[in-house]
């Protein structure tokens, strides 16, 4: 029997919400072999988690395995709207990898007398057989036998000949008599793989072909240094004095640090009105890593409630470093000064790559109750007492229904937005406590407009607490 070999692989980096750039292709020109199946170990984070097998494709033969609803499962996430300084994400991002082999049945017959072989340790059974068993040290095989001592599994401990081989059974004279066959074989003959890296984004539609290593790591040597944050949201943002944000980034350990760690620097430039600069601060966030390079997902915070920000400073920007080298993009905020009769609402929301963005609806809001109750009836006594019911309640449900409008919004703010109308994650953020309050988004369409033809826009948000109003008799 042929080894196993992998072909295809994963990207380095890849979001896990699909098959799509997830995959590892196996190739055996064994697999058409009896019942031949393709084996695949999935290891997450270290650790052991589920195997799978796998029939060859037609024609091809090939083995197309995708961990991705596994590593879906492992993936979570945390809510970073209160740190104070960079903080690693430990739930934002998996590593995985794979051990892989096949199995197939080698058809044999077991007819006695079976053999009884000397090792160094022990007496084991052998089996002898016509033809040759295509076995080899360390299959696991199944055995179907009318003595029950020989029925089950047992791993090959020595080939003897090309038709007789030796099975981790102590030898016994009182099982030395039996019949049965041998139904299938496992062998693990390939290693584990490399380590590949997965977190909670999406990848869609027209992203099939596009390598996420290149594009959204920052500080993979592969390609050029200056890469994007992990948010689609304006390059020029609004925010609003004292509140707290942050922005998020997927940073990998270069190949030039060998173990140990290095340090990363968050730089913050203040501008005035006039954009001049007032002053700069940095914040260094230490990243660690074993023997190998590794993708670590970070949350920096941006908000002016967690940064100290200069008297006269009207916006600000933040860009990552390893030393004087570039390695991130910029995000610039700009401090919203404008006064509004509503009380402000904050809303945090996971976007497409599996990171918080945040939006302040400053305009009006508005929230209802939607009830609805289970009644039972009963005939009053005919000399009942005023207070005796002949409806009553039995249990109610009440929902509380919300309703916020932004002010005027830019076209750029208006498309990005479109990642919150779809979001599965979305908060409220108090303002007072900063703790998030988890809401179900009820709006089921949004338009994507465009300035010149259909006008100014402005973002109505419908949505209901993930919770319910607790009645007396719920």
Not at 439 to 461: H, Q, S
């Amino acid at each position: 029997m042929a080894n196993t070999s992998i072909i295809s692989t994963p990207n380095l980096l890849s979001p896990v919400n699909s098959v799509y750039g997830n995959t590892f292709i196996l190739n055996n020109s064994s697999s058409s072999a009896l019942n031949f199946k393709y084996i695949t170990e999935l290891w997450v984070n270290g650790t052991y988690s589920v195997k799978e097998l796998l029939p060859p494709r037609p024609i091809s033969g090939y083995g197309y395995y995708s961990p991705f609803k596994t590593l879906l499962s492992s993936l979570s996430y945390d809510l970073p709207q209160v740190i104070t300084t960079p903080t690693e994400s430990l739930n934002g991002i998996v590593r995985y990898n794979i051990k892989y082999g096949y199995s197939f049945n080698p058809n044999l017959t077991i007819t006695p007398p079976v053999l009884a072989v000397s090792t160094a340790s022990s007496v084991f059974f052998g089996f002898s057989f016509s033809n040759t068993t295509n076995l080899t040290i360390g299959d696991v095989l199944t055995i179907q036998s009318d003595n029950p001592y020989f029925s089950g599994t047992s791993s090959v401990i020595q080939i003897l000949t090309p038709t007789s081989f030796v099975i981790n059974k102590p030898f016994a004279l009182t099982s030395s008599v039996g019949t049965g066959y041998i139904s299938n074989a496992t062998r693990m003959d390939g290693t584990f793989s490399s380590l590949y890296y997965g977190y909670n984004g999406t990848r869609q539609y027209e992203n099939v072909n596009d390598n996420y290593t290149n594009i959204y790591l920052i500080g993979n040597t592969v390609s050029s240094n200056i890469k994007p944050f992990i948010t689609n949201s304006p390059t020029y943002k609004s925010i609003m004095s004292g509140q707290y944000e942050t922005v998020s980034a997927l940073l990998f350990t270069p190949n030039f640090i060998s173990g140990g760690s290095y340090s990363v620097l968050s730089k913050y430039n203040f501008y005035n009105s006039n954009n001049t600069l007032i002053s700069s601060t940095s914040s260094n966030f230490t990243l660690t890593r074993g023997a190998t390079p590794s993708i670590q997902f970070w949350n920096i915070p941006v908000g002016p409630g967690q940064l100290s920000l200069p008297v006269n400073t009207d916006n600000y920007s933040v860009t990552l470093y390893f030393g004087s080298t570039t390695y991130s993009e910029s995000k610039f905020y700009k401090i919203d000064t404008n006064c509004s009769l509503y009380t402000n609402v904050r809303v945090m929301f996971m976007n497409r790559y599996g990171a918080f963005d945040y939006f302040n609806f400053r305009a009006n809001s508005s929230s209802a109750y939607n009830i609805s109750r289970q009644e039972f009836r009963q005939e009053l006594d005919f000399n009942y007492n005023i207070g005796d019911r002949g409806r009553t309640i039995m249990s109610q449900r009440v929902d509380q229904t919300f309703t916020l409008y932004s002010d005027l919004l830019s076209q750029s703010e208006w498309d990005w937005l479109s990642e919150l109308a779809t979001s599965p994650e979305v908060y409220i953020v108090n303002e007072i406590t900063n703790k998030a309050i988890p809401i179900i988004v009820t709006d089921t369409n949004y338009n994507f407009k465009k300035t010149i033809t259909e006008g100014p826009f402005y973002f109505t948000l419908n949505y209901q607490n993930a919770f319910g109003v607790e009645t007396q008799n719920q």
